[in-house]
C-alpha cells in the first residue's frame, strides 16, 4: 500500500511544480520591444494565420470532464504520462484491493451464516483454512484501502483540473513591465468659471 502513496504524492508534486515552471517560463520568455519596432515586428509576425488562444474556463471545463483534456488544449503534452500515471496505478489498485475485499467478505458471509469455525480460502495462490476473525480483519483491510485508493483518484482528479485553470491563467496573463507617466498641462475651473492652469500626471500600466 505505501506504492499507492508514494505514487500519488508524486503526481502531486509534479502537477504542483508545473505550476512554478510554468510561471518561471513566463517571466524568461517576457521580451521588452522597442515601440518604433513594434510595427516592424507585428508585420513580419503576419502570416494571415488566427493566433491560437487559450480560454482558462474552456482548459478548466474539458479537465473536468476528461482528465488531461484540459492539459492539451493548454499544449502541455509532457503533463499527460504524469496524469496517466497517477490514474493507472491507483485504478490498478481500485481492481486489486476491491477482488481481495470481495474474496474475504463472500467467505466470511459463508462462515457465519452456517455457523462454522473456518472455512477454506485460496489467498495469493495458497489455500489455507481461516477463521471469522482473520476473515473479518482481512475485508476490513481490502475495503479501507480500496476506499483510499478511490479518493487518490477523486484527488488526482481535482489536481487535473486545478492544473488546467491555472496554467490557461498564466498563458494568458500579461507580465509585461510596460510602466510610463506622462506629464500634461491641464486647464480646470473649480470656482466662479476662473479657469487654473497646472499640470495633470497620468501613470499606464499595462
Not at 65 to 84: S, T
Amino acid at each position: 500500500m505505501k506504492q499507492i502513496q508514494r505514487v500519488w504524492l508524486l503526481s502531486i508534486v509534479c502537477l504542483l511544480t508545473s505550476f512554478f515552471v510554468q510561471a518561471q517560463t513566463l517571466k524568461v520568455d517576457t521580451i521588452q520591444i522597442p515601440k518604433e519596432d513594434l510595427a516592424k515586428v507585428s508585420k513580419s509576425l503576419d502570416t494571415g494565420k488566427k493566433q491560437y488562444k487559450i480560454i482558462p474556463r474552456i482548459a478548466t471545463i474539458r479537465s473536468a470532464m476528461v482528465p488531461g483534456w484540459g492539459q492539451i488544449y493548454n499544449r502541455q503534452y509532457w503533463k499527460l504520462p504524469i496524469l496517466a500515471a497517477g490514474f493507472g496505478v491507483n485504478i490498478y489498485f481500485i481492481i486489486h484491493n476491491n477482488e481481495n475485499y470481495q474474496l474475504f467478505r463472500s467467505n466470511y458471509q459463508e462462515l457465519t451464516a452456517k455457523g462454522l469455525t473456518s472455512v477454506p480460502v485460496t489467498y495469493n495462490g495458497i489455500t489455507r483454512d481461516m477463521t471469522a476473525a482473520q476473515l473479518k480483519a482481512g475485508t476490513q483491510y481490502y475495503h479501507r484501502y480500496r476506499d483510499t485508493a478511490i479518493l487518490f483518484v477523486l484527488v488526482i482528479w481535482a489536481a487535473n483540473i486545478i492544473d488546467a485553470n491555472v496554467t490557461a491563467h498564466l498563458k494568458t496573463f500579461d507580465l509585461t513591465d510596460d510602466i510610463s507617466m506622462k506629464v500634461q498641462p491641464a486647464v480646470t475651473t473649480p470656482f466662479m468659471n476662473s479657469p487654473v492652469f497646472g499640470a495633470k500626471i497620468t501613470l499606464a500600466l499595462k
